[in-house]
């Protein structure tokens, strides 16, 4: 059976009311079983990082080539770009490359599982991972500790805000600890909790008039969905 993946292509009109969205499926490689993330670089150009690493098509999907896989971590569940740099996520191991020609040169690991990457400029970078968010100032050389959540927290996801606020999504598989949404004023150096403590936040995302939205698939403060 031949594996798709579904693809949004907009197709827009004078008015927004008119706008229309068509799918169209893209075969996947044949070793992979699951797709965990994706980029898109341009209309032909696109990343995947699936269960056996992370691949590369410059045709639109009609051809994949694996770009990168090392020891035994193979799934890639985070994939990010700024300004021509580019970093994916091999379980809890974080790899870059300086340009779509490069190599890809392995810079750290995280205390678990990398489910996310944010790297909102050429200097600052962002790991969200099981029990914490860790970041660095200096383009990946140093990493630190900056938000340490639960032993059975993880986060999913992180956006910036306009204002530059920070904003983090994570879900606590432990019954009565507290997920949901933090954020961080200061670049990272603190982080509040701001509500949905018990939503299954999954993601999070801000539109361009700066409104926030999570994602979520369940609460409860018992663990239940």
Not at 174 to 189: A, I, K, L
Request: net charge negative; charged share 15%.
């Amino acid at each position: 059976m031949k594996k798709t993946l579904s693809l949004t292509f907009f197709a827009l009109t004078l008015t927004n009311a008119n706008a229309q969205i068509e799918w169209e499926n893209i075969s996947l490689p044949d070793t992979v079983e699951t797709v965990y993330s994706f980029y898109a670089v341009d209309s032909r150009c696109y990343f995947l990082g699936t269960d056996h690493g992370i691949y590369r098509t410059n045709d639109a999907g009609n051809s994949w080539v694996i770009e990168h896989v090392s020891g035994n971590n193979y799934s890639c569940y985070a994939i990010e770009a700024n300004n021509g740099v580019y970093y994916h996520a091999k379980r809890m191991n974080l790899y870059k490359k300086h340009d779509l020609n490069s190599e890809w040169i392995y810079k750290t690991s995280a205390l678990s599982n990398i489910i996310d990457i944010y790297a909102p400029n050429d200097s600052s970078i962002f790991l969200a991972h099981w029990g914490g968010i860790t970041r660095s100032v200096d383009s990946g050389n140093t990493w630190q500790l900056v938000f340490e959540g639960g032993p059975n927290e993880v986060f999913n996801s992180i956006v910036q805000h306009p204002n530059g606020m920070l904003i983090a999504g994570s879900t606590n598989y432990e019954p009565y600890d507290t997920g949901g949404v933090s954020v961080s004023y200061d670049n990272g150096e603190t982080w509040e909790r701001k509500g949905m403590p018990y939503a299954f936040v999954e993601s999070v995302a801000v539109d361009s008039e700066g409104s926030i939205y999570a994602g979520c698939y369940g609460s409860g403060p018992s663990g239940q969905g």
